[in-house]
């Protein structure tokens, strides 16, 4: 079979199938593209309305970011709201928010900024698991599914592998087709392919296994970017592993990995040195020119298939038994404080935080107060000084700016339950700026920067969290989100507040 009789047999299963440009990395013995082309459905196959319907349900998963006081807030696409148009967005202030698909569309981040907070660990642990929850939910629902299959003859296995093959040719266009073809239809080739909907290609690799010498070697493997950043690239391999152990019954995976693409499969669980032993892989597989042998040995005993799931429990009852061997104070149960709350949260009779039973014999010290990433100019100046710049930037901010704002009326004083039923019992913890002010007046509350920015932010997810987004109560809310944030940090500046 050739390249044009594979493109035939596509066009008859969707003619007329229109194709969108979409940005792609792929990965041939681990070499790196930067385009493809992803099908939809043909207007005969689906209606307008549920293919629409379709794009909005696989935005769940990707990750977006906002600027707030010149801080980017990490954000996750967790859901579609059918009865409000909007996307459901999880950030990792644990504000959740609803926006529409221009906004959407704006404030996606790009694979570049995905891959370095991954690398450099910026990722929250939150939206690590939420984006786990959303493909294990897409798995459960049949819009993601992963299958094996070879060149068997079914005429759906067959139009699947010729999909695989044009998604790898559109990856590498240096690679001869020919070479693809022979490749994945080969007999002696396999192939794991990411599905979306019964329907949709997007992602799979190619591989052949040895197993009278007890490795698989990968061939091609290729994910659509808006698909590996929601993680589907690592959910593929870890399908592939579980796969060649227990069904295949190999107990290394090999590959030859172009040096762009080292750091991709390290995250995969391949290393430089293969432990594999040399005569039973030399002679198989061909290294080569300018490529970087690579090698992952499999776990007799590894879950793969839900590794993430089972590491993220492990991480945190692994954090809390060290946090019980690092405690000096387990056994022990120090007497409390007579602390009493006045107005707006603020304590009746201050304490010092130095004054707390127990506090110290924890290992706390006092530089550890007040810690802030926002630093005065005189940052060596004593702790009343600072505290007392803090408050004045605070004051300004409120009485200067905030309040004269047309959009801060429904801010100005707390929510009446009788004009707002319900209200107390969806907000937990209510904030207006009547009570933000009370606070920055006590001089007493607000010791860094960040606890009133906490308070501010509370006060704009309150009015999203309650209001529907026509409403003038949640346009108030973002419009002054947005003023406030510009003043905040251009006052930052103005004032001699440097930002670590």
Same mark, same amino acid.
């Given at each position: 079979?050739?390249?044009g009789?594979?493109?035939?047999?596509k066009?008859?299963?969707g003619?007329?199938?229109?194709?969108?440009s979409?940005?792609?990395?792929?990965?041939?013995?681990?070499?790196?593209?930067?385009?493809?082309?992803?099908?939809?459905?043909?207007p005969?196959?689906?209606?307008i309305?549920?293919?629409?319907k379709?794009?909005?349900?696989d935005?769940?998963?990707?990750?977006?970011?906002k600027?707030? =006081? !010149?801080?980017?807030?990490?954000?996750? /696409?967790t859901?579609?709201d059918?009865?409000?148009?909007?996307?459901?967005?999880?950030?990792?202030?644990?504000?959740?928010?609803?926006i529409?698909?221009?906004?959407?569309?704006?404030?996606?981040?790009?694979p570049?900024l995905?891959?370095?907070?991954?690398?450099?660990h910026?990722i $929250?642990?939150l939206?690590c698991?939420?984006?786990?929850?959303?493909?294990?939910?897409?798995?459960?629902?049949? #819009?993601?599914?992963f299958v094996?299959?070879? *060149?068997? !003859?079914?005429?759906e296995?067959?139009?699947?592998?010729?999909?695989?093959?044009?998604?790898?040719?559109?990856?590498? $266009?240096?690679v001869?087709?020919?070479?693809?073809? #022979?490749?994945?239809?080969?007999?002696?080739h396999?192939?794991?392919?990411?599905?979306?909907?019964?329907?949709?290609?997007?992602?799979?690799?190619?591989?052949?296994?040895?197993?009278?010498?007890g490795?698989?070697?990968?061939?091609?493997c290729a994910?659509?970017?808006?698909?590996?950043?929601k993680?589907?690239?690592? #959910?593929?391999?870890?399908?592939?592993k579980?796969?060649?152990?227990d069904?295949?019954?190999?107990?290394?995976?090999?590959? =030859?990995?172009?040096s762009?693409?080292?750091?991709?499969?390290?995250?995969q669980?391949?290393?430089?040195e293969i432990?594999l032993?040399k005569?039973?892989?030399?002679?198989?597989?061909k290294?080569?020119? !300018?490529?970087?042998?690579m090698?992952?040995?499999?776990?007799?005993?590894?879950p793969?298939?839900?590794?993430?799931?089972?590491?993220?429990?492990? #991480?945190?009852?692994?954090?809390?038994e060290?946090?019980?061997?690092?405690?000096?104070?387990?056994?022990?149960?120090y007497?409390?404080?007579?602390?009493?709350?006045g107005?707006?949260?603020?304590?009746? =009779?201050?304490?010092k935080v130095?004054?707390?039973?127990?506090?110290?014999?924890?290992?706390?010290?006092?530089?550890?107060?007040?810690?802030?990433?926002?630093?005065?100019e005189?940052d060596?100046?004593?702790?009343?000084?600072?505290?007392e710049?803090?408050?004045?930037f605070?004051?300004?901010?409120l009485?200067?700016?905030?309040y004269d704002h047309?959009?801060?009326? $429904?801010f100005?004083?707390?929510?009446d339950?009788?004009?707002? $039923?319900?209200y107390y019992? /969806?907000?937990?913890?209510?904030?207006?700026?009547?009570?933000?002010t009370t606070?920055v007046?006590?001089?007493?509350?607000?010791?860094?920067?960040?606890?009133?920015l906490?308070?501010?932010?509370?006060m704009?997810?309150?009015?999203?969290?309650?209001?529907?987004?026509?409403?003038?109560?949640y346009?108030?809310?973002?419009?002054?989100?947005?003023?406030?944030?510009?003043?905040?940090?251009? !006052?930052?500046?103005?004032?001699?507040?440097?930002? *670590?």
């Amino acid at each position: 079979m050739n390249a044009g009789v594979g493109e035939t047999k596509k066009q008859k299963k969707g003619k007329g199938r229109q194709k969108a440009s979409n940005r792609t990395r792929s990965i041939y013995s681990c070499v790196v593209s930067s385009s493809a082309h992803e099908s939809s459905p043909s207007p005969d196959e689906v209606s307008i309305v549920e293919k629409v319907k379709r794009e909005n349900e696989d935005m769940a998963g990707r990750y977006v970011f906002k600027m707030f =006081c !010149g801080e980017r807030i990490i954000g996750l /696409v967790t859901g579609y709201d059918n009865e409000t148009s909007k996307f459901k967005i999880v950030y990792e202030d644990c504000n959740n928010d609803l926006i529409d698909k221009e906004i959407l569309l704006r404030t996606l981040a790009p694979p570049t900024l995905v891959d370095w907070m991954f690398d450099s660990h910026r990722i $929250p642990r939150l939206l690590c698991i939420l984006q786990q929850k959303v493909l294990d939910d897409e798995e459960q629902e049949g #819009r993601l599914g992963f299958v094996f299959i070879e *060149n068997d !003859g079914v005429d759906e296995h067959m139009i699947w592998l010729i999909e695989l093959k044009n998604l790898f040719s559109r990856h590498l $266009p240096h690679v001869p087709k020919e070479y693809i073809v #022979r490749r994945v239809l080969d007999l002696n080739h396999k192939s794991v392919m990411v599905i979306r909907r019964n329907q949709d290609v997007v992602g799979g690799i190619t591989y052949r296994p040895f197993l009278s010498q007890g490795f698989v070697e990968i061939a091609f493997c290729a994910v659509m970017a808006n698909e590996l950043i929601k993680g589907c690239g690592t #959910r593929l391999m870890n399908h592939l592993k579980q796969h060649a152990r227990d069904m295949e019954g190999v107990t290394h995976l090999l590959t =030859c990995a172009d040096s762009n693409v080292v750091d991709y499969f390290l995250k995969q669980g391949f290393t430089k040195e293969i432990t594999l032993e040399k005569d039973r892989w030399q002679g198989y597989i061909k290294v080569y020119d !300018g490529g970087i042998l690579m090698g992952c040995e499999l776990h007799l005993k590894l879950p793969y298939s839900y590794t993430t799931t089972m590491t993220s429990h492990q #991480r945190q009852h692994a954090i809390i038994e060290r946090i019980r061997e690092a405690s000096n104070s387990e056994n022990i149960v120090y007497p409390g404080i007579d602390f009493q709350k006045g107005e707006a949260g603020i304590p009746s =009779c201050p304490i010092k935080v130095e004054d707390i039973p127990g506090l110290k014999e924890a290992g706390w010290t006092p530089d550890q107060y007040g810690h802030s990433r926002f630093k005065t100019e005189n940052d060596s100046a004593d702790t009343a000084s600072n505290q007392e710049s803090i408050t004045a930037f605070m004051r300004s901010l409120l009485k200067q700016q905030i309040y004269d704002h047309p959009d801060a009326w $429904p801010f100005k004083e707390p929510v009446d339950s009788d004009n707002a $039923p319900g209200y107390y019992d /969806v907000i937990k913890d209510p904030m207006d700026l009547k009570m933000i002010t009370t606070r920055v007046e006590s001089e007493q509350y607000y010791i860094t920067l960040e606890m009133f920015l906490a308070d501010m932010k509370r006060m704009f997810a309150n009015a999203r969290t309650y209001n529907m987004h026509h409403t003038v109560y949640y346009k108030c809310a973002n419009r002054l989100e947005s003023f406030f944030s510009g003043i905040f940090q251009s !006052g930052l500046q103005d004032n001699k507040f440097q930002q *670590n």
